[in-house]
Nanobody, 131 residues
Framework: QVQLVESGGGLVQAGGSLRLSCVAS????????MAWFRQAPGKEREFVAA????????YYADSVKERFTISRDNAKNTVYLQMNNLKPEDTAVYYC????????????????????????WGKGTLVTVSS
């Protein structure tokens, strides 16, 4: 059974930092792009960041550029999201995601990753940023 399990969420004050982790099991994702999405209360789920299979390219939503960093460790089947200078508007459930339909692809398609591109989802971890 394929699983993506997120961890690292919690409550933090504005300006603080958190590091999310996502561990995959059931299959390897070393040839697949990985991503983070988020869903704030009352809003639709939105793209946050993506990383290509090798980690050579990363893409971010404009709202998190210069504050968030996505990375991966294929040996550990794990992807990370380092979040700095957090703002109250970053409050959301953060979901780990995998696109397995384009193995070894490294193009700019992931700059605008959509929910329908995703083959696997985690259950999410809640991040709450207080003002």
């Amino acid at each position: 059974q394929v699983q993506l399990v997120e961890s690292g969420g919690g409550l933090v004050q504005a300006g603080g930092s958190l590091r999310l982790s996502c561990v995959a099991s059931g299959r390897t994702f070393s040839s697949d792009a990985m991503a983070w999405f988020r869903q704030a209360p009352g809003k639709e789920r939105e793209f946050v960041a993506a990383i290509t299979w090798s980690g050579g390219s990363t893409y971010y939503a404009d709202s998190v550029k210069e504050r968030f960093t996505i990375s991966r460790d294929n040996a550990k089947n794990t992807v990370y999201l380092q979040m700095n200078n957090l703002k109250p508007e970053d409050t959301a459930v953060y979901y780990c995601a995998a696109d397995s339909s384009r193995p070894y692809y490294s193009g700019s398609y992931y700059s605008n990753l959509r929910e329908y591109d995703i083959n696997y989802w985690g259950k999410g971890t809640l991040v709450t940023v207080s003002s």
